[in-house]
């Protein structure tokens, strides 16, 4: 079952990378079947790159660090 608190984890190495660039997220919810929700924020929240930063970045990381992570979404 997906933890909230290894999405938490995952989610504060994450963090400083976006934070360098004026942006930063906010963890939104994480249901059991593996779909994670998050706000970007900051520069990030209006970034014309940010789809491509959350899939293939967040995602991706999210993904390798808790296998149980089926999908990210932002809203």
């Known amino acids: ?3 909230r608190e290894k999405v938490e ?24 079947d593996g779909k994670v929700t998050l706000r970007l924020t900051g ?11 959350l899939k293939m970045g967040i995602e991706q990381r999210l993904k390798e660090d808790v296998p149980e992570v089926e ?4 809203v």
Request: charged content about 25%; some cysteine.
């Open 71 to 74: 999908l990210v979404e932002a």
């Open 9 to 32: 984890e995952s989610l504060e190495r994450i963090r400083p990378a976006l934070q360098a660039d004026g942006g930063d997220l906010e963890l939104i919810d994480v249901t059991e």
């Open 43 to 53: 520069a990030c929240g209006s970034c014309p790159m940010s789809q491509m930063t």
């Open 1 to 3: 079952m997906l933890s």
